[in-house]
């Protein structure tokens, strides 16, 4: 390597001096020089614009530019410190308090000369508050040039306030945006980006920018349009990074054995398919006909079910099953909830009927067995079943991921089906698949929220995706309505009355509240608590310190607002009120799972009128003669769940009908999110709307637990051209070159880029 060179593999600590190199790696995980050089401004001031102050709030860690408007010295005798400064800052509207505490002459000394009213400044610290007002405690402080003359400004501080645009870093409580922005600069003087990792045909066709080019001006942009062509080319390399790791997994892919697994006539299938008591819709006929076919090919399918919620997609996995079944291998159903599992066991039970009572006196001909597996399965079961799986007895497993453990051996594990896939990560999906003998299983995986094609292409880019558009014949419309429980209060004893007029009418009704209540909650949404909670103001998003953005929301901000309803409370409050005299049973994740297991039985019988739930009911529980569900404090739930939720009504004759419970205030954002869910019952908008307000990285999460996203510039929705391309480019380069051999820069780029997440990429 030559003197006085940077590599972008070069660790800080070398660069940079190992002080500041371990600050910022504990700070914000950056390792190396690329590292930090993706660590992109957060956004950036135009000079001469100030930030507004009003929109500061405590707890914030902030960088702020401002003007000192005030500043004034009071002497502390008697106390550690001589003297306290106070400085009044503006951006002309706000005023913002900084307080500093002096212990010698020269600090105060320094201070004056530094803090003269009229000059700008940034400000970088923790807004708190004294007495109502807010302020920055010792912040530390950079000033501008600007009108009174800086006699501490050294020259390059001079230069770097010159150009138009000042970067402000996603920074910490313990490195300043300013340290960075000058660690950046270091690295930058002597910076050698190495070759260009995207090949040149891509670079001129879309005239992206080199790769060294883009680095210096997502940092030091001289204008927006530079600064925009830098982002262009760097969310370019983004996704055709990934795209060119997913093509080469999806080669990878083909290439492994899978055991071919041709539908048999004459079998278990065949005769499954005859005592169906309905006719399968078109989708669903079309849908099947591709899995058997995917299903007899010796590589393993890799496929991704998406259908509304009662499209019918179990019918298919089942059909599935049992055509690996009848050529002689198991499949195993892995369910995201007991509940879900216990359900799946008893409708697969319920539709196989004798099919599959093998072993017992009823059994039919070709019968096979049923296992499930769950947690909470008993001793002596779990043992029969543990058992059934390993001989092969049982040729279908059901469970949770209780199937996962070690100790569950399957004799010939063929087909693997994960149900309402957005609950498993892909470990998960990894260790089952691992579970086969020597050859790979075919993997089925379905879900009811749709995924829009960017996320498919990116996030679950090896998969294969079908889609089933129509719902079954004679399925009922939901009604869904906003009930302001706050505003109109009359509108909430109304949803109840209804509530008993359904259950008069013979029908029943779901409850649903986002707590247990009394005690730790489980299965309480986390990832949606009110936007307020999350929205910081601008300049202090709440990634500047590090939180995770899914469900690290600080607690604190919720104290004060009163806790969200609870089951065990809005039970027997109904109980004793507005739905007096009616049967209610309350389900829960707390619950033990017999226990669950009973009133999900009793209320599929009509021995209870009015469950009242946590979101336990949330995926694929399907009860068709319940026609109501009140959702309560609705805006604690997420866009796409509670179309989840939604949609365990009306799936039988009468019509479905959803009312949204909230006391978020009218034009709030919770409220639009509410009415938009009221508005339409199309999931694939919804998801839509879902995915546009989380964050990429949240969509990716599971993937990337514990580490920082790749795509810190891609966004999924909004780059969905872009994507697509690179998607076409990347797969035209790895075809020509698999290994990409002749393209050294592109795969070591595809591995700083992608680090861990390519070693999970070559696991799937
Ligand atoms: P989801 O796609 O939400 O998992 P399910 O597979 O649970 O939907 O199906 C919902 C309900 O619709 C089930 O009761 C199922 O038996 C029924 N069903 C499935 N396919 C059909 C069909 N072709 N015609 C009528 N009912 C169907
Ligand atoms: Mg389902």
Not at 181 to 203: E, H, I, M
Not at 591 to 603: A, G, I, S
Request: proline content about 6%.
């Amino acid at each position: 390597m030559l003197p006085g060179v940077t590599t972008l593999r070069e660790p800080l600590t070398r660069t940079l001096g190992p002080k500041t190199g371990k600050a910022l790696e504990s700070a914000l995980g950056v390792r190396t020089v690329g590292d930090l050089l993706r660590h992109y401004p957060r956004r950036y001031y135009t000079r001469g614009e100030l930030t507004d102050l009003s929109s500061l709030r405590e707890g914030d860690h902030v960088t702020v530019l401002a003007r000192v408007d005030h500043v004034s010295v009071h002497p502390m005798p008697n106390r550690n410190f001589r003297a306290r400064g106070e400085v009044i800052v503006t951006d002309d509207r706000a005023k913002l308090m900084l307080t500093f505490f002096f212990r010698t002459t020269r600090a105060e000394h320094g201070f004056k000369q530094q803090l003269v009213p009229g000059m700008v400044g940034m400000f970088a610290g923790t807004v708190s508050s004294f007495r109502h007002r807010l302020q920055l405690v010792h912040p530390e402080y950079e000033m501008l040039p600007g009108a009174p003359p800086n006699a501490d400004l050294t020259p390059e501080l001079a230069a770097e306030f010159a150009t138009e645009l000042t970067p402000v870093y996603p920074a910490s409580a313990k490195v300043s945006s300013w340290t960075i922005s000058r660690s950046v600069k270091t690295v930058l003087n002597t910076l050698d980006a190495g070759p260009d990792p995207l090949p040149p045909a891509v670079v001129e066709r879309y005239r992206l920018y080199g790769r060294a080019e883009a680095i210096r001006a997502i940092h030091r942009p001289l204008d927006w349009a530079d600064r925009d062509r830098a982002r262009l080319r760097l969310k370019w390399d983004e996704a055709f990074m990934l795209q060119a790791a997913l093509a080469q997994r999806r080669l990878a892919a083909a290439a492994l054995p899978a055991m071919p697994r041709p539908r048999a006539d004459g079998g278990i299938a065949d005769e499954f398919d005859a005592r169906l008591p309905f006719t399968l819709t078109a989708g669903q006929v079309a849908v099947g006909q591709t899995i058997a076919t995917d299903l007899a090919c010796a590589y393993p399918m890799h496929r991704l079910l998406q259908g509304e919620v009662g499209s019918g997609k179990t019918v298919i996995a089942i059909r599935a099953m049992l055509q690996v079944v009848d050529a002689g291998g198991q499949a195993a159903l892995l369910a995201p909830t007991e509940v879900l599992a216990q359900q799946h066991y008893r409708s697969v039970t319920d539709m196989l009927g004798p099919l599959a009572r093998r072993g017992q006196l009823d059994a039919a001909e070709h019968a096979t067995g049923v296992a499930l597996l769950t947690g909470s399965t008993g001793a002596a079961a779990r043992r029969a079943a543990l058992s059934d799986t390993f001989t092969g007895d049982a040729g279908i497993v059901i469970g949770t991921h209780a199937l996962l453990e070690e100790q569950v051996q399957f004799a010939d594990l063929g087909l693997v089906v994960i149900d309402e896939q957005h609950r498993f990560g892909v470990e998960q999906r990894d260790a089952l698949r691992a579970k086969a003998a020597d050859k790979r299983p075919h993997v089925l995986v379905m879900t009811a929220t749709p995924i829009p094609r960017t996320v498919a292409m990116t996030v679950y880019g090896d998969l294969e995706t079908s889609t089933l558009t129509e719902l079954p014949a004679g399925r009922s419309v939901i009604a869904t309505h906003v009930v302001p429980a706050a505003d109109k209060p009359h509108f909430l004893e109304r949803a109840w009355a209804r509530v008993r007029e359904e259950v008069t009418r013979g029908q029943q009704a779901y409850v649903v509240c986002p707590r247990i209540g009394d005690g730790p909650d489980t299965d309480s949404p986390d990832d949606y608590p009110d936007e307020d909670d999350f929205t910081g103001p601008d300049v202090a998003g709440p990634f500047m310190d590090g939180t995770d953005m899914t469900g690290g929301i600080p607690r604190s901000v919720v104290k004060g607002r009163r806790q969200p309803l609870s089951v065990l409370d809005v039970a027997a409050t109904l109980d004793a009120g507005q739905l007096a005299g009616l049967r209610l049973g309350i389900l829960h994740g707390r619950l033990h799972p017999e226990e669950k297991d009973r009133v999900m039985r009793e209320f599929s019988a009509g021995r209870i009128d009015v469950l009242v739930a946590t979101t336990v009911i949330e995926v694929g529980v399907d009860v068709p003669n319940a026609t109501v569900m009140v959702i309560m404090d609705a805006e604690r739930f997420g866009v796409s769940q509670l179309h989840q939720l939604r949609g365990r009504v009306g799936r039988g004759a009468v019509p479905g009908l959803c009312l949204l419970v909230t006391e978020a205030p009218p034009d709030g954002p919770s409220r639009q999110r509410l009415d938009a869910v009221a508005a339409t019952l199309d999931g694939f908008e919804l998801s839509r709307l879902d995915l546009e307000q989380r964050r990429e990285g949240d969509v990716l999460g599971a993937a990337q637990a514990g580490r920082q996203s790749s795509l810190k510039l891609l966004q999924l929705l909004a780059d969905e051209d872009l994507i697509g391309r690179a998607r076409q480019e990347a797969g035209a380069v790895v075809e020509a070159d698999p290994d990409l051999a002749r393209h050294p820069a592109l795969r070591a780029a595809i591995e700083d880029l992608l680090g861990v997440q390519a070693e999970y990429l070559d696991k799937t």
